[in-house]
C-alpha cells in the first residue's frame, strides 16, 4: 500500500513523539539522585587531660607521701577547613601543675615522675604551625616545640612513668637550662621528611635556652646562648622502627670541672648521639590489621660528651604488653629497665665534696593500667633505684604509685 504524504507527516511526527517519550523515561531514569550537601568541616579540636598521681617513696633518702598532678589543655586548628590553607595546622598547648616532689624522697637523679615539675606554674608549652607539603612527604614545623615528640621517643616505652624512658638522660641534662623537653620548651624550626611510607629523615634547630610565656623568666632570649642542632633519620617499616640520632650545640658549654687561671670554667663541646630500636611481638590483639600488636619491645642507647652534664651515656630497654588482662581490652603491662652512666669529671667533683658517686644509676620500673571509662585510666606503678644519685649514702630507692588520668576531646 502506497504512503500520501499527509500518512508520511503524521508517521514522522509519531516516531519523533515516541523518541522524544524514549529520551525523557531514560533521563528520568538514569539521572543521579539529589547530593545533600555535606556538613561543614569541623576545624577545631580541644583536648585535655588530668593526670593525679600518689607517690609512695618506702625507702630512699627519706620516706613518705607525695602527690603529683598535672593539667593539660590543648587546641588544634586545622587552618584548611578554617581558612582554606591548605596543608596548614595550628596548635597551642598549655599545662599547670599544682602538685609536689616525691623525688625529693627518693633522692635519683633522673627522676621518678614524668609530671613533676620544679615549680608550680601555668605555661604556654607549645606554640606552634605546621605545614604539610608534597602529599604529606615533607613538614615543616615552627614554634615552641616538645623536641622528645619527635626526636629519641620510642612510642612503646610510652606508659612508664620514669622520666628516662622518655629521653636518654645525657640529653635531657644539657643546655643553659635544659633542652625543650617538659616542662619547658623553646623557639624551634623542624624539617621532616619521609623518601618512602617506611623511612624518614627529620633535623630541627632548637634556641639553646628554654623558656616559655609563664615561666619566671618568660621566653628566653633567641639565640643568646647559641642554638641545640639535631637530627634523626630512621626507618618504621612492620610497626618497628630502626633510627639513629646525633646533637651539639652551636656554642660552647660550660666544663663541668676544668676551669681557667682566672678560675672561670673552660668551655667544652657538647654533643652526642643515640640509636633507637622498637620490634613487633606477635600479631594484632584482634586480629585487625590496624590493631596494635600483642607486645612491642624497645632497646635505646646514648652517649655523650661527659665534658658538660653529669652524663657520659645511658641505656633503656623494655617490653609494652597490649591486653595483658583476657577481660579487659584497653589493659596494658609494661615491663623497664635503665642505667644512666656518670661522668668522671661528675664523680670527681662529687667525690672531692664528700659525696662520692657510683659510676651508675639503675632503674626498673613495672606498671599495669587499664581505661575503666572513655575518660578515666587508672595505673598502678612500682619502681626500684639502684644507686641513686642525689642520695650517696643510701643504697637503694623502693616507690610506690597509683595515677589517675581524666582525658576528653572535643572537635568543634
Same mark, same amino acid.
Given at each position: ?145 616538645? $623536641? ?64 616559655? $610565656? ?110 595483658? $588482662? ?87
Amino acid at each position: 500500500m502506497a504512503l500520501r504524504v499527509g500518512d508520511t507527516q503524521v508517521l514522522a511526527a509519531g516516531l519523533a513523539a515516541a523518541v522524544l517519550g524514549a529520551q525523557s523515561v531514560r533521563a528520568e531514569d538514569t539521572a543521579p539522585p539529589a547530593v545533600e550537601p555535606e556538613p561543614p568541616a569541623r576545624a577545631v579540636t580541644v583536648s585535655g587531660e588530668y593526670i593525679v598521681d600518689a607517690v609512695g617513696v618506702a625507702r630512699g633518702a627519706d620516706t613518705g607521701l607525695r602527690y603529683v598532678d598535672l593539667a593539660t589543655l590543648t587546641a588544634e586548628v586545622d587552618l584548611e577547613a578554617a581558612a582554606g590553607w591548605r596543608g596548614a595546622q595550628f596548635v597551642a598547648e598549655a599545662i599547670a601543675g599544682t602538685g609536689q616532689r616525691p623525688n625529693d624522697l627518693a633522692g635519683t637523679m633522673q627522676g621518678i615522675n614524668n609530671s613533676e615539675v620544679p615549680d608550680n606554674r601555668v605555661k604556654l608549652y607549645q606554640f606552634y604551625l605546621a605545614q604539610s607539603l608534597a602529599g604529606g612527604a615533607v613538614m615543616l614545623r615552627a614554634g615552641f616545640i616538645d $623536641l622528645n615528640a619527635d626526636f629519641y621517643s620510642n612510642e612503646a616505652a610510652g606508659l612508664l612513668i620514669a622520666p628516662a624512658f622518655g629521653i636518654g638522660s645525657e640529653l635531657a641534662a644539657t643546655g643553659p637550662n635544659g633542652p625543650a623537653i617538659f616542662p619547658s620548651t623553646a623557639l624551634t624550626a623542624e624539617v621532616r621528611i619521609a623518601p618512602s611510607p617506611d623511612t624518614y629523615a627529620a633535623f630541627a634547630v632548637v634556641n639553646a635556652e628554654a623558656g616559655v $610565656l609563664g615561666d619566671a623568666g618568660g621566653m628566653a632570649p633567641l639565640l643568646k646562648e647559641g642554638a641545640l642542632l639535631i637530627g634523626e633519620g630512621g626507618w618504621t617499616g612492620g610497626a618497628g622502627k630502626v633510627a639513629l640520632g646525633a646533637w651539639t650545640y652551636t656554642r660552647r658549654q660550660d666544663d663541668i670541672r676544668l676551669t681557667d687561671a682566672d678560675g672561670d670554667p673552660r668551655h667544652a663541646r657538647a654533643q652526642g648521639g643515640y640509636v633507637l630500636l622498637e620490634w613487633p611481638v606477635g600479631g594484632p590483639v584482634d586480629g585487625e590489621p590496624d590493631a596494635p600488636h600483642r607486645a612491642s619491645l624497645f632497646l635505646r642507647a646514648g652517649i655523650s660528651d661527659g665534658d658538660t652534664t653529669p652524663y657520659r651515656g645511658g641505656w633503656q630497654a623494655g617490653i609494652l604488653v597490649n591486653r595483658p $588482662l583476657p577481660a579487659r581490652p584497653a589493659s596494658q603491662f609494661s615491663l623497664g629497665l635503665n642505667q644512666a652512666f656518670l661522668s668522671d669529671k661528675y664523680r670527681l667533683n662529687e667525690s672531692e665534696a664528700g659525696n662520692p658517686q657510683r659510676a651508675a644509676e639503675t632503674g626498673v620500673e613495672i606498671t599495669l593500667a587499664d581505661a575503666l571509662a572513655d575518660w578515666l585510666t587508672v595505673q598502678a606503678d612500682a619502681q626500684y633505684v639502684r644507686n641513686p644519685g642525689r642520695a650517696p649514702g643510701v643504697r637503694d630507692a623502693v616507690i610506690v604509685g597509683l595515677r589517675f588520668t581524666f582525658a576528653f576531646s572535643q572537635t568543634l
